[in-house]
T-cell receptor, first 113, second 113 residues
């Protein structure tokens, strides 16, 4: 069965510092991996995805994520955090050829000015 | 978010009442989904539909039913609402051929008293 773990409920970072939001996954086949962001009173917005190819994928708003097959991880990163990055971030996985996307519990990111 | 709309945006109801949440999309996507968001649990899949004649149960379908009235419309019903169905409900769409990402509506906040 597919599963996603986001080990941190909350991440705090100062503006201008690099940020990392962690995600590990379990899936029986090759994974499709995603990051979504949710701002207050809004639906989830797609940030980036890994399907195949380069392990480092780049997405919206300067975010990137690194796929590590041996560690079954897909951590979200940004070199320099902005206060406006403060939001709830969800990691998600779908098995290649599967039909359902499974979400992690979410990590709340606070960026302090 | 404007491509996927949900009505109502907020609803307060009483235990035992029948409630319908509606979702419409202008993205032309064939696949539609209903998710439920609870704090600390992330998003859980209730039902999904790959076309008008296809309806599938997700992780937590008990107490819910759906109807795919057209390619662009997918409604979720609570036949007899109960307090533990208080949550934020999201409709999402995807186009399997061109993109595996999900596109979400703005959500419906449902409170069952």
């Amino acid at each position: 069965a597919q599963s996603v773990a986001q080990p941190e409920d909350q991440v705090n970072v100062a503006e201008g510092n690099p940020l990392t939001v962690k995600c590990t996954y379990s899936v029986s086949g090759n994974p499709y991996l995603f990051w979504y962001v949710q701002y207050p009173n809004r639906g989830l917005q797609f940030l980036l995805k890994y399907i195949t190819g380069d392990n480092l994928v780049k997405g919206s708003y300067g975010f990137e994520a690194e796929f590590n097959k041996s560690q079954t991880s897909f951590h979200l990163k940004k070199p320099s955090a902005l206060v406006s990055d403060s939001a709830l971030y969800f990691c998600a996985v779908r098995e290649n050829g599967g039909f359902k996307t499974i979400f992690g519990a979410g990590t709340r990111l606070f960026v302090k000015a | 978010d404007a491509d996927v709309t949900q009505t109502p945006r907020n609803r307060i109801t009483k235990t035992g009442k029948r409630i319908m949440l509606e979702c419409s999309q202008t993205k032309g996507h064939d696949r539609m989904y209903w998710y439920r968001q609870d704090p600390g649990l992330g998003l859980r899949l209730i039902y999904y539909s790959f076309d008008v004649k296809d309806i599938n149960k997700g992780e937590i379908s008990d107490g819910y039913s759906v109807s795919r009235q057209a390619q662009a419309k997918f409604s979720l019903s609570l036949e007899s609402a109960i307090p533990n169905q208080t949550a934020l409900y999201f409709c999402a769409t995807s186009d399997f051929v061109n993109s595996v990402a999900l596109y979400f509506g703005p959500g419906t906040r449902l409170t069952v008293l």
